[in-house]
């Protein structure tokens, strides 16, 4: 079974930045579509930046400006840059992408594990 292996977060003061990877644990399988979403405590999942795939990106109007949502291609792996964290920034950080099955030339919408972000002082 595939999954997206996320990476990056930890606790970081205010002001600060922090950059959280995902990548998929089978070369099988190609990244398309793609988007970082983000709970904080006692709130529902909310979208942050998203990445299709051709290129044209999104984002939240809290995070504008200050998130950065990109991808390498070899290896394939997809990034969320994130500048002048604030307290509210805090939360579990999911990566979510479409990914294509070379093989079975299939396409499945898959989630992370998540990852914490803490900032704080």
């Known amino acids: 079974q595939v999954q997206l292996v996320e990476s990056g977060g930890g606790l970081v003061q205010p002001g600060g930045s922090l950059r959280l990877s995902c990548k998929t644990s089978?070369?099988?399988?190609?990244?398309?579509?793609m988007a970082w979403y983000r709970q904080a405590p006692g709130q529902q999942r909310e979208l942050v930046a998203s990445?299709?795939?051709?290129?044209?990106?999104n984002y939240a109007g809290s995070v504008k400006g200050r998130f950065t949502i990109s991808r390498d291609i070899a290896p394939e792996m997809v990034y969320l840059q994130m500048n002048s964290l604030n307290p509210e920034d805090t939360g579990v950080y999911y990566c979510?992408?479409?990914?294509?099955?070379?093989?079975?030339?299939?396409?499945?919408?898959?989630w992370g594990q998540g990852t914490q972000v803490t900032v704080s002082s």
């Open positions: 979510n992408a479409d990914l294509f099955n070379r093989r079975a030339r299939t396409l499945q919408n898959y």
């Open positions: 089978d070369p099988t399988f190609s990244i398309q579509n």
């Open positions: 990445m299709t795939t051709g290129g044209s990106s």
